[in-house]
């Protein structure tokens, strides 16, 4: 089985070798031990959510503070193709469960979509807060799947906002029924056209970024389809059945990983 992991702030990783001793302090101790109960000798993995990832043994367990000795530090690269989940508005918590499922299933980065048929609405001390919530459900995900990295929840954008990221991508495809090609079809054709992976240019990285958009529950609009593959998004059928708003992102997530060599 492997290790719990357990997140710090990024930066507190450095300069720990084979033998050294990190202090785990706050919520994350706390919950390492009064939850998980972790002992002495147990071993545990500390990773920054940057790509950092020490495991180590527990030499000392306090209320909110955990001492772990070193044995490992390994530097997770990031992928050479980050994939983006475009996540629409919708009620029921819906969209944070595919948020949370995709970060399980490899997903790198989220941006919450209002869209016009969005009928939940981020507005004023409520955006923040629902912000805020979900990069906390984000992160517990990458702790319970044990990432190295944790997916940024980007900021909220409108469809004019989502346009200009549509621009900047790689590939934007747009989950949609009403698609001719499948989505396996559009991701090998990007993928053989010898564009991906590393030629990215809208990121400023060099990482090539794909975006996943998924509409709300009453699907995306006609005039929102338009005004996306005029920005360069293409449409593409995700399966035989219309999955719900809180299924298609991970779905899609699971396809394009496989397809596009990253699992």
């Not at 399980?104 to 507005?123: F, N, T, Y």
């Not at 990458?142 to 991508?169: C, F, H, M, Y």
């Not at 009453?218 to 708003?245: F, M, N, Q, W, Y």
């Amino acid at each position: 089985m492997s290790n719990p992991v357990f997140f710090t702030p990024a930066g507190t990783l450095d300069g720990q070798q084979p033998g050294s001793h990190f202090v785990l302090e706050g919520p994350e101790a706390r919950h390492a031990v009064t939850v998980k109960r972790l002992a002495v000798g147990e071993p545990v993995d500390i990773a920054d959510g940057s790509g950092k990832r020490m495991t180590g043994i527990v030499t000392a367990a306090a209320p909110a503070e955990l001492t772990v000795e070193c044995r490992t530090l390994e530097v997770e690269d990031p992928p050479g193709i980050r994939l983006v989940l475009v996540q629409a508005l919708a009620k029921g918590d819906r969209d944070e469960l595919a948020a949370e499922t995709a970060t399980e299933l490899g997903i790198d980065a989220v941006i919450p979509w209002q869209s016009e048929r969005s009928i939940v609405r981020w507005k004023g001390e409520r955006a923040a807060k629902a912000h805020a919530k979900w990069q906390s459900v984000v992160t517990a995900a990458a702790k319970q799947a044990r990432r190295a990295w944790i997916p940024e929840v980007r900021d909220a954008v409108d469809t004019a906002g989502l346009q200009r990221t549509v621009s900047a991508a790689d590939l934007a495809i747009i989950l949609h029924e009403d698609a001719v090609r499948p989505l396996r079809q559009v991701l090998e054709t990007w993928r053989n056209s010898g564009l991906a992976p590393g030629d990215g240019e809208g990121n400023g990285d060099g990482a090539s970024e794909v975006l996943l958009i998924v509409g709300p529950e009453g699907g995306i609009s006609p005039r929102e389809v338009t005004k996306l593959c005029d920005a360069g998004a293409v449409t593409a059928l995700l399966g035989h059945h219309v999955l719900r708003s809180s299924t298609a992102g991970p779905a899609a997530t699971v396809l394009a990983s496989d397809v596009l060599g990253r699992w």
